[in-house]
């Protein structure tokens, strides 16, 4: 298996099989739109020890043009406020991401994911709005 292959998996373990955006059930491979890895900043721009890394990649439903991975690329400045995509010049390591549970996460570069406390999630709400 090649390192993307093992960081899709582990995201879909980290994730419990559901679309991180929806929390759609993507484990059944007969499920309509399917799943799809998504990096959340660019591969062909991403830090290559992060391009394909678990802390870069999470699962969605769809492909890069339908479900919540076409979603997310259709809605650029809404993904990137949701940690769905990180912009350039941002860490994948430092920057969390939000799920369908509304739960913000850092992910681990070991596959695992780490809430963010009230207080950290608040501070990042907080410095969003100043941002916009």
């Not at 912009?87 to 963010?116: F, H, I, M, Y």
Request: glycine share 10%; charged share 30%; hydrophobic share 30%.
């Amino acid at each position: 298996m090649s390192e993307f292959d093992d960081s899709k998996r582990a995201a879909l373990e980290r994730q419990g099989w559901h679309c991180l955006r929806c929390g759609t059930n993507i484990h059944d491979p007969s499920c309509w739109p399917g799943r799809s890895g998504h990096h959340r900043q660019l591969r062909r721009a991403a830090d290559p020890d992060v391009r394909h890394s678990p802390v870069n990649i999470i699962e969605l439903c769809g492909s890069g043009t339908t479900g919540c991975h076409g979603w997310v690329h259709q809605h650029v400045k809404e993904a990137e406020r949701l940690g769905l995509i990180v912009p350039l010049g941002r860490d994948p390591r430092t920057t969390p991401v939000r799920d369908w549970q509304g739960r913000w996460l850092r992910l681990n570069q070991d596959g695992t994911a780490t809430r963010l406390t009230a207080m950290e999630a608040a501070t990042l709400d907080i410095d969003r709005r100043e941002t916009e």
